[in-house]
């Protein structure tokens, strides 16, 4: 008896904890769609309550703003071209040092000093990498996609490594008895089967580059004509300090393409964590 009522106290308190973090998680969310489907007037009567109608008079405005779509084409082409940069690069990178680490120390200590990467943080590397890109004359999108490519590589190896040892290389040797050289070997047989984890790269960093701030305002703010959507928010906000709406107009269609993105890899993350939790 007193292991049932424990066991229904231990619901209810699971229950109340799971609702609270559920309301802090979605009430922001809710905040940003009905500010940008309410006027001003709607707004500065009260600010929490649902819109009177459904107001689209915010994502036109934010839409015809002057060069909101040269923000929009410069994030999705920086996202786009970094995230096909490290779903070629790192998967190839991560199985070569996971079926080489163990007979070669050349690439055990790659992967040593990848990981190193982690535990760095982006504050502490700031400053010299502003002075490092200036010396360079990379100070435009094609140094903040190289630096996407860069501080991805650390977590994506960790990640990718240790998910390509778990695939028997019986396989791989089956392949080549099959005339597969190394590099078919891995784009036939390898790839497939880590393609639950390369998924989960592909939105971590898709996420991560297209709602990136402190890298651009760094890299890009002194040139409005190489900005980001998170920069134009940005300046947006200041600019237009009081116009909530607008600004949270732009804020929700910025979310739109992630949330895709996320709907679109869900099921081989969700495949890739099922995997992951049974033994074969």
């Known amino acids: 008896m007193g292991k049932s009522i424990s066991s229904r ?13 559920a309301v ?6 809710y905040i940003t769609i009905i500010t940008s489907l309410k006027t001003q007037q709607e707004s500065a009567a009260d600010f929490f309550s649902l819109p009177s109608s459904f107001y689209l008079g915010n994502f036109i405005s934010v839409f015809e703003k002057s060069g909101y779509w040269t923000y929009v084409w410069n994030s999705a ?7 096909v940069l490290i779903l070629v690069f790192i998967p190839m990178c991560a199985y070569a040092i996971a079926r080489k680490m163990e007979e070669n120390k050349y690439f055990k200590t790659i992967y040593f000093y990848l990981l190193l990467g982690i535990f760095v943080p982006f504050q502490v590397i700031m400053v010299p990498l502003v002075q490092y890109l200036t010396k360079m004359k990379l100070l435009n999108q094609t140094g903040l996609i190289c630096m996407c490519l860069s501080l991805a590589s650390s977590q994506g190896v960790f990640l990718l490594a240790n998910y390509v040892k778990s695939v ?20 036939r047989v390898v790839l497939p089967l880590i393609k639950p984890m390369v998924a989960t790269i592909f939105v971590m960093n898709a996420l991560w580059v297209w709602n990136d701030f402190q890298m651009p305002l760094l890299i890009l703010n002194q040139q409005p004509g190489m900005w980001t959507l998170p920069l134009f928010q940005y300046n947006f906000k200041s600019q237009y300090t009081f116009d909530y709406n607008l600004a949270f107009a732009s804020y929700l269609v910025a979310m739109l393409p992630v949330i895709i993105a996320y709907i679109c890899a869900q099921k081989y993350i969700v495949a890739g964590l099922t995997q992951g939790a049974v033994k074969t």
């Open 168 to 187: 028997p290389r019986d396989l791989e040797e089956a392949a080549s008895i099959d005339g597969c050289t190394t590099f078919s070997a891995y784009w």
């Open 9 to 21: 106290i231990a619901k209810v308190v699971t229950g109340l904890v799971l609702l609270i973090g």
């Open 24 to 29: 802090i998680i979605l009430f922001p969310m």
């Open 77 to 83: 082409k920086i996202t786009i071209i970094s995230v």
